[in-house]
């Protein structure tokens, strides 16, 4: 079996969720989708699950962490620096917050982060190797 990432995240809304990360190009799995659970396929070895709140429940006694915190940045490519800015463009008129911190442009990276609608962090990035700077 290929080694994959399911990232699980809690969602107040999960139709909401849905919309939105099929708004920024992920693809809903419908064989791991119902009323409480929704998988979000960005590629063939990265997932997204987004759980309702009392599905969240049946995994983990821990709190869910209010909206404004930032327990972790998710870090995903895109093919250009155009899809970047798409994607951050898509997020803020689909219920999430573009630019939640300062873009950053080295030349041979670029990104730019932002929150889904239950305060999510991703950082859409794109980087071009082969003009990335060599150790002295």
Known sequence: MTRMIFVNLPVTDLGASMAFYQALGFENNPTFTDETAAC??????INVMLLTHDKWRTFTSRPIPPATSSEVMLAI???SR?????MNEAA???????DINPLQDLGFMYNRNLADPDGHV???MWMDMAAMPTAP
């Open 40 to 45: 979000m396929v960005w590629s063939e070895t």
């Open 77 to 79: 490519s895109c093919e």
């Open 82 to 86: 155009e899809a970047v800015d798409d």
């Open 92 to 98: 803020a008129a689909n219920g999430g917050t573009a």
């Open 122 to 124: 991703w950082e859409a």
